[in-house]
C-alpha cells in the first residue's frame, strides 16, 4: 500500500519563508507526477505546482512566482519551498502522487496534509 507523508508546515510569520516535503513509500512501480495542493477555510482545494519525473514543473494558475516545487526521484521525495509568504497562504497543504502500475494505469495517493499558518 502507498503511504504518502508530508512535513514541514507549521507557524511562520508574513515575509518569512517554508519548506514543505512529502515522500512516499511502499511502492516499487515508477512514481510518475507529485503535486502539491492546499485548500484553505471555506474553499476548494487548488492545484500550487506540479513536477514530472523528469523535473519539468507547472504551477497553478493563481500562484505568482513566490513557491518553488522541486523533487529527488531516489528519495521519492517532492518539496515546496515558500518564500515570502502571505496570510493568504493559510491552508492544509497536500500531496498528491501519481503512480504509474503496470497494467492498471495511473494511481493517485493523497497525504494527510500538513497545516501552514501564515501570521500577519
Known amino acids: 500500500q502507498v503511504q504518502v507523508v508530508e512535513s514541514g508546515g507549521g507557524l511562520v510569520q508574513a515575509g518569512g519563508s517554508l519548506r514543505l516535503s512529502c515522500v512516499a513509500s511502499g511502492t516499487t512501480f515508477m512514481i510518475n507526477d507529485m503535486k502539491w495542493y492546499r485548500q484553505a477555510p471555506g474553499k476548494q482545494r487548488e492545484m500550487i505546482a506540479t513536477i514530472s519525473p523528469s523535473g519539468v514543473a507547472n504551477y497553478g494558475p493563481t500562484m505568482n512566482g513566490r513557491f518553488t516545487i522541486s523533487r529527488d526521484n531516489d528519495k521519492k521525495m517532492v518539496n515546496l519551498q515558500m518564500d515570502n509568504v502571505e496570510p493568504e497562504d493559510t491552508a492544509v497543504y497536500y500531496c498528491?502522487?501519481?503512480?504509474?502500475?503496470?497494467?492498471?494505469?495511473?494511481?493517485?495517493?493523497w497525504g494527510q496534509g500538513t497545516q501552514v499558518t501564515v501570521s500577519s
Open positions: 498528491n502522487v501519481v503512480v504509474l502500475v503496470p497494467g492498471s494505469g495511473l494511481s493517485y495517493y
